[in-house]
């Protein structure tokens, strides 16, 4: 299948923190890779901004690595990356002063009237000056962007703070809150699954599914992202941006059209409906852990407390909740969410465990019945599985096994895996909001979130330990299998 690519219009991309991790690790390459497959004009420019005194040349030069670094070989062509090179520039601006942003204001005045994008790759301290001096040097224009990455915020307190100083500046419309999971190809997917079919809507709701599980596992440990990571922990930053979206989208009701607003008011509704998780109940709904030295990856490495360099830290790298939608299509079907690092495999997934057959014709012979499980792979190999009931082949009698309908994406379409933030950044460039997420949803996430994290603060358990390469505290298994459920395994 070739992937069609629709030109978008030319616009001026400045990245703030142009030289940071980020900008090198994902947003070069994705423009380069939009730059490639034609969808960048020629026209368009991607301009760096940050403190540091270099120039185009130096800029383009550390462009160029990043090229080299990040894109496969296969995909890197030289003369594609030399011109994709020559749309980038380099302005040298203090985001807590007035230096250089005359200088900015100078690139940018061609152009008034295309598409102006501000990302803001920096850390979220600085959204509200950096917006504050993109207005005083009356850079706002009516095609005018800006993207912010997370975290917004760290409680709901401070993500209003966050969200009011730059919604000082900037309209709503034009504020593009990232959360890469949604840029990711098989959660829009989740979409065309259920929206697209007739088959699963009508099932979809607590009288035929038994529960949900979300899984978003990682391999790799903090490393040189401890000092951030400390002051954060799993909940943060996994579960109140990209998990609790992915539950929005699996939970909620149809929209009445793919309008940004339209999905983004559903959403909204799922998280308003989670039941709160309060002091009384935190300590059997929820799970929190912490590595310690093991193997993964294929080798020996080191506990969170080492990489950290301190033992004092009660920051928790697992969670595992069992959370409730109060509404009538999901009252009953719990939701059962864990991510962590430092777990066996790289995987992230969304299992929608379908309830028991009522009733069975099939004799102890035919071997036990499992229920239908639908299981939407978000990585690594994305694709979908439908676990049904079969036959086994051949004579010996009715015997019966519970394969997967099995759809792999990179089998069924001959199309290059595109990052989240290929998409991403160029829906902002279109104006298409659906995929980024509005303030009301932010706020109303970290409302769910604030409350367990206090009831943590509060109580005087630790995280509870577990060796890295392990799927997270046995307390883990213990809060699914509880409830006579089991976390799942891909059996084949
Ligand atoms: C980021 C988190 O938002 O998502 C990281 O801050 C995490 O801690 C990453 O590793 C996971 O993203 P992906 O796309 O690799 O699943």
């Not at 940018?108 to 920096?122: G, I, S």
């Not at 239908?372 to 439908?386: A, T």
């Not at 290929?422 to 509005?438: A, H, I, K, P, S």
Request: hydrophobic letters at 40%.
């Amino acid at each position: 299948m070739i992937a069609r690519t629709i030109s978008v219009e030319p616009f001026d991309l400045v990245v703030f923190g142009a030289t940071g991790d980020l900008a090198r690790r994902k947003l070069i390459p994705a423009l380069y890779h939009r730059y490639l497959a034609g969808q960048m004009p020629e026209e368009a420019r991607i301009i760096g901004a940050s403190r540091r005194p270099v120039g185009d040349a130096a800029f383009r030069e550390e462009a160029r690595a990043a090229l080299a670094e990040y894109v496969p070989a296969h995909e890197l062509h030289d003369d594609v990356a030399a011109s994709f090179i020559e749309r980038l520039s380099y302005v040298s601006v203090d985001a807590t002063s007035d230096a250089g942003w005359p200088a900015l204001a100078e690139k940018l005045a061609p152009n008034a009237d295309r598409v102006r994008v501000f990302y803001l790759a920096t850390a979220p301290e600085l959204f509200g000056e950096i917006s504050r001096r993109i207005a005083e040097a009356g850079l706002i224009t009516p095609l005018v962007r800006v993207v912010l990455e997370k975290p917004i915020g760290k409680s709901l307190d401070t993500a209003r703070a966050l969200n009011d100083e730059v919604g000082a500046y900037f309209p709503e419309e034009a504020i593009y809150r990232i959360d890469h999971y949604l840029g990711k190809e098989t959660v829009q997917n989740l979409m065309a699954l259920r929206f697209a079919n007739a088959l699963f809507e009508p099932l979809w709701n607590a009288a035929h599914i038994d529960h949900v599980q979300i899984t978003v596992g990682e391999t790799i440990g903090v490393g040189g992202r401890a000092g951030y990571y400390d002051t954060a922990g799993a909940l943060r930053d996994m579960v109140q941006n990209h998990i609790l979206q992915l539950v929005c989208l699996t939970a909620m009701e149809p929209p009445a059209s793919l309008d940004a607003d339209a999905v983004r008011d559903e959403k909204l509704k799922v998280l308003k409906a989670l039941k709160p998780i309060d002091p009384s109940s935190v300590g059997t709904v929820t799970v929190r852990g912490q590595y310690r030295a093991g193997a993964s990856d294929g080798g020996a490495v080191p506990g969170y407390h080492d990489e950290l360099g301190r033992t004092d830290s009660t920051t928790e790298t697992f969670v595992a909740i069992k959370a409730e939608i109060g509404n009538w299509r999901w009252a009953g079907t719990p939701f059962y969410l864990r991510t962590g690092k430092r777990l066996p495999s790289r995987v992230s997934e969304i299992v929608v465990a379908f309830r028991p057959i009522p009733y069975s014709l099939f004799g102890n012979s035919a071997g036990p019945i499992s229920a239908n499980h639908l299981v939407i792979r978000l990585q690594p190999d994305e694709g979908v599985k439908l676990w049904l009931m079969i036959k086994d082949p051949g004579p010996g009698g009715m015997r019966l096994s519970h394969v997967p309908l099995d759809m792999s994406f990179a089998e069924a379409f001959n199309v290059r895996h595109h990052e989240a933030y290929e998409r991403l950044l160029m829906d902002v460039v279109r104006g298409n909001q659906t995929l980024f997420m509005r303030r009301d949803e932010v706020e109303a996430a970290w409302g769910w979130i604030d409350p367990i994290l206090e009831a943590w603060k509060a109580s005087s358990d630790a995280p509870k330990p577990y060796t890295s390469g392990t799927w997270g505290p046995s307390a883990s298994i213990a809060l699914i299998e509880r409830d006579g459920r089991t976390w799942h395994e891909d059996e084949r």
